[in-house]
């Protein structure tokens, strides 16, 4: 008897049917991006071996929400650094030279060290989260390993049936390869 | 390792393809040569010889280490502050050059971040060294416990555990953020074991707008975080030492000649790793002089800042008249450690006006001899600064007692350069050492007319 995997969905989530195609040069890429849109297709991936500006324009994608977990992050640390230093000070007082026992400015340092760290972790956590719900919502989909090379490449999930002007309109862009997966 | 057949380069205007990036980056995970194993031996040679000295003082005790009264700061404080230093040029170059835009950077960036995260993982052994009892090494963490003991905040002592644990935290996750979409590169024209561990490691990475949505900014606040990181932490590093009341060490010039000298060495220890790495995985097409060139520009600028550092230390020694402090001064240039304080004054403030010269900056044997003498000089300006000042104390006439280190200090900084070179001749051997996505990145972009604007 098998029990229902939940991670399963997250991390190997159900095949996508769609189209594949495989660009040799940036500009047919972008060229692509654009008629894809202008035709109403939506959820389509672009696979790129380095990030491009022309790509990123063409997309025109949301701003990722990244920010807001460092940003999070961040105050946390800067926080989680005031409260440590000021409590632990306040729970063993050592009266030294008459300074004060909650002294603001050397804990400064705490703070500031703790923002840094909370800030970077919290970042990484935020990418991997968030690429791994789009991929979730994505499922799994074609890839082929020159996109990490020297290839662009763009995956439009459709199903067999309807991929016929799919495939005629990134040829048509300029695709080296189309091709079903 | 072997590659897969791929596609003939594209046309681009410059030689260097995205396809020949990839595969020149990819080759220098095959197999190395005998001088890259000759290396790594005497790496792994020198590290056994560190735990041997390390063992025997943990067997008899510090009292190996040779401190006498007042030195009880020394040799390994001193690899402590140099190794920290070196990491500084890692972030410098990988995050303030990010924001600042500085394309030649994606050349070198790795190999500083390699050593960034490499000398962190070093520095740190040697608080631990230097507190002796090591298995009691948790007491410097604030954790809750029987007697309710807190650590000192008011310390600079803690704020450097924060910080030192901190920019160990991030120069990793820079440097492992930096990788995956370069370990997806080359899992993508690897086979057999290195294949799995390379699919492994990539975590997924296969480039989607998706993903490259999401890392672009999430690399820009990493480098944000990072940026003021660096100048941060060799400041705490300096007032462990600028707190103090101890004559040469309280000065409010510490914490930017600090940053200045960590980056300069630092600098001149990528030069260092760099020159016999290019030759070993023949990157020359790569690393180019131009490279050379601008990090020997760095370490300029940065040199000539400590050759001001040195000069004014020294000005208001003696123009500030306190005694103690023209004593500490008298004693570092002509006392017992004359040679400590000669040998950085001459290494670190006179040998850098040498890259003045154009020609000295693009030849790469005087840059590799000169990086050589820069990272000797900036061990023992540490020296000088720790041992030397403490052994030179002039408080009362007994305290005049000296220091001598003994073998066991000197073979366990040798174990240090041993444990550093050892990681790193490892890690370049097995991940790629040189950004694929970011070279590419500084070359044009194939397209289907040439000078068309996508």
């Known amino acids: 008897?098998?029990?229902?995997?939940?991670?399963?969905?997250?991390?190997?989530?159900?095949?996508?049917?769609?189209?594949?195609?495989?660009?040799?040069?940036?500009?047919?890429?972008?060229?692509?991006?654009?008629?894809?849109?202008?035709?109403?297709?939506?959820?389509?991936?672009?696979?790129?071996?380095?990030?491009?500006?022309?790509?990123?324009?063409?997309?025109?994608?949301?701003?990722?929400?990244?920010?807001?977990?460092?940003?999070?992050?961040?105050?946390?640390?800067?926080?989680?650094?005031?409260?440590?230093?000021?409590?632990?000070?306040?729970?063993?007082?050592?009266?030294?030279?008459?300074?004060?026992?909650?002294?603001?400015?050397?804990?400064?340092?705490?703070?500031?060290?703790?923002?840094?760290?909370?800030?970077?972790?919290?970042?990484?956590?935020?990418?991997?989260?968030?690429?791994?719900?789009?991929?979730?919502?994505r499922g799994t989909i074609a890839y082929d390993p020159r996109f990490s090379n020297d290839k662009f490449g763009i995956f439009v999930p459709v199903a067999a049936a309807q991929s016929g002007p799919v495939e005629t309109l990134l040829k048509g862009c300029g695709a080296d390869e189309v091709r079903r997966a | 390792m072997t590659m897969t057949p791929t596609t003939a380069p594209e046309r681009t205007t410059s030689r260097v393809t995205y396809d020949v990036v990839t595969r020149t980056i990819a080759r220098t995970l095959g197999n190395p040569g005998r001088g890259y194993y000759l290396l790594l031996g005497t790496a792994v040679g020198l590290f056994a010889f560190g735990v041997i000295c390390l063992l025997y003082l943990l067997r008899y005790g510090l009292g190996m280490a040779g401190y006498s009264m007042p030195t009880y700061w020394a040799i390994y404080i001193t690899c402590f502050v140099f190794w920290v230093g070196i990491a500084h040029s890692g972030t410098l170059i990988s995050a303030i050059l990010f924001l600042f835009r500085s394309g030649w950077r994606t050349a070198v960036y790795r190999v500083a971040e390699i050593m960034t995260v490499f000398a962190v993982m070093t520095a740190g052994l040697f608080p631990l060294i230097h507190i002796g009892r090591q298995w009691f090494f948790y007491w410097l963490v604030p954790y809750p416990n029987e007697r309710g003991l807190w650590p000192n905040f008011k310390s600079p002592l803690v704020w450097d555990e924060f910080a030192i644990g901190t920019y160990f935290t991030v120069s990793t996750c820079f440097l492992i953020m930096g990788l995956i979409p370069d370990i997806a590169a080359v899992r993508d024209v690897a086979t057999g074991w290195r294949r799995?561990?390379?699919?492994?490691?990539?975590?997924?990475?296969?480039?989607?707008?998706?993903?490259?949505?999401?890392?672009?900014?999430?690399?820009?606040?990493?480098?944000?975080?990072?940026?003021?990181?660096?100048?941060?932490?060799?400041?705490?590093?300096?007032?462990?030492?600028?707190?103090?009341?101890?004559?040469?060490?309280?000065?409010?010039?510490?914490?930017?000649?600090?940053?200045?000298?960590?980056?300069?060495?630092?600098?001149?220890?990528?030069?260092?790793?760099?020159?016999?790495?290019?030759?070993?995985?023949?990157?020359?097409?790569?690393?180019?002089?131009?490279?050379?060139?601008?990090?020997?520009?760095?370490?300029?600028?940065?040199?000539?800042?400590?050759?001001?550092?040195?000069?004014?230390?020294?000005?208001?020694?003696?123009?500030?008249?306190?005694?103690?402090?023209?004593?500490?001064?008298?004693?570092?240039?002509?006392?017992?450690?004359?040679?400590?304080?000669?040998?950085?004054?001459?290494?670190?403030?006179?040998?850098?006006?040498?890259?003045?010269?154009?020609?000295?900056?693009?030849?790469?044997?005087?840059?590799?001899?000169?990086?050589f003498f820069v990272n000797l000089g900036m061990w023992m300006e540490r020296f000088v600064i720790i041992a030397v000042h403490l052994a030179g104390e002039p408080f009362a006439p007994f305290v005049r007692a000296g220091y001598n280190a003994t073998w066991a200090d000197w073979g366990i900084m040798a174990g240090s350069f041993g444990w550093f070179f050892m990681w790193f001749l490892l890690f370049v051997k097995n991940f790629p050492s040189v950004s694929v996505a970011e070279v590419k990145e500084e070359l044009p972009p194939p397209r289907r007319a040439a000078g068309k604007h996508a």
């Open chain 2, 196 to 371: 799995k561990l390379y699919t492994l490691t990539a975590i997924g990475w296969r480039g989607t707008n998706e993903q490259w949505r999401h890392y672009r900014p999430a690399y820009l606040y990493l480098a944000a975080l990072a940026t003021p990181l660096v100048l941060s932490v060799h400041s705490v590093v300096s007032w462990d030492f600028a707190m103090a009341q101890v004559p040469a060490w309280h000065e409010t010039l510490f914490a930017p000649y600090f940053v200045a000298g960590a980056i300069y060495s630092g600098c001149a220890m990528v030069i260092t790793l760099l020159v016999p790495l290019r030759k070993l995985f023949r990157l020359e097409q790569l690393v180019t002089v131009h490279h050379f060139e601008n990090l020997a520009k760095l370490c300029l600028l940065t040199g000539m800042i400590v050759c001001y550092a040195y000069s004014i230390e020294n000005f208001v020694a003696w123009y500030g008249g306190p005694t103690p402090e023209r004593q500490a001064f008298w004693y570092r240039a002509f006392g017992r450690f004359w040679w400590g304080g000669w040998t950085m004054n001459i290494c670190n403030a006179f040998l850098p006006w040498l890259l003045w010269f154009k020609r000295v900056r693009t030849n790469i044997t005087a840059l590799f001899v000169i990086a």
């Open chain 1, 1 to 137: 008897m098998s029990f229902p995997n939940p991670l399963a969905r997250v991390f190997r989530p159900p095949p996508t049917p769609g189209v594949l195609a495989v660009f040799g040069h940036l500009d047919a890429a972008v060229d692509a991006v654009i008629a894809l849109k202008r035709g109403g297709h939506q959820g389509f991936t672009v696979y790129s071996p380095l990030p491009r500006h022309e790509l990123e324009h063409a997309l025109d994608q949301p701003v990722s929400p990244v920010r807001m977990f460092t940003l999070i992050g961040g105050i946390a640390g800067c926080s989680i650094g005031a409260w440590v230093s000021l409590y632990m000070s306040y729970d063993w007082p050592v009266q030294v030279g008459g300074k004060t026992i909650g002294s603001i400015p050397p804990y400064v340092v705490i703070m500031f060290e703790m923002t840094v760290l909370f800030g970077a972790l919290t970042t990484l956590l935020g990418i991997g989260f968030n690429v791994l719900l789009a991929a979730t919502h």
